[in-house]
């Protein structure tokens, strides 16, 4: 019988250089997905109706980002750090969380520019359902640049604060990140649904 432990450590062992640094392994991701598209789409490359797939994709792939760091917050590190140890907790606040918030900022940044874009180029259906997940969409994102970010850096020490300040900070950060969870629901649901809905 194979050993599938053995067979995957050979096999991954083999490209561990693009593997073990995340932008290398970021590389080889869209090299493979390069490749697809050089295999199945190259004769519509040159048409203006590529335009709005890719930037479609690149929506999706910033979108994935964005939301699966806010249910990382919501489902993981919220809910655990009431769990670790007080000499711990300054090696979340000093290098996971604001790592972690550097790349929710910025793939919603990147969520909202490459839907502007796909919006724009004519490859979305616009309908009140659609409306409705853009406004929800960019109801989060300021949530995420005008309060949680604002709070965050209190909270976790990046700017000055009181004690008192930093706790309230956390707690308003807590609770909008909370509600932009609670509103990406409707939001995915409006977006993924929107090009089934007719009429609406």
């Known amino acids: 019988m194979v050993d599938i432990n053995e067979t995957a450590s050979n096999l991954l062992e083999k490209i561990a250089k693009y593997l073990e640094k995340p932008y290398n392994a970021m590389a ?6 390069f490749v697809i598209l ?8 040159g048409g203006s109706y590529f335009f709005g797939p890719f930037f479609t994709f690149l929506h999706v792939v910033s979108g994935i980002t964005w939301i699966g760091l806010l249910y990382y917050f919501n489902l993981v590190q919220i809910p655990t750090m009431p769990k670790v140890p007080p000499e711990l ?6 290098y996971i969380a604001p790592e972690a918030l550097f790349w929710y900022r910025w793939a919603m940044v990147a969520t909202v520019a490459t839907g502007a874009i796909v ?32 709070n965050q850096q209190k909270a976790l020490g990046l700017v000055p604060a009181e ?30 649904t929107a090009p089934l809905v007719a009429g609406g």
């Open 119 to 150: 919006l724009m180029s004519g490859a979305a259906t616009v309908n009140f359902t659609l409306i409705t997940g853009i406004v929800l969409g960019l109801l989060m994102a300021f949530n995420v640049w005008f309060i949680i970010w604002p």
């Open 28 to 33: 080889l991701g869209g090299g493979i997905a």
């Open 163 to 192: 004690d008192d300040e930093k706790m309230r900070s956390a707690r308003l950060a807590m609770l909008t990140s909370r509600a932009n969870f609670v509103l990406s629901v409707p939001m995915l649901f409006c977006m993924v």
């Open 38 to 45: 050089l295999l199945y789409h190259t004769r519509s490359l």
């Open 89 to 94: 907790k300054p090696g979340v606040g000093k």
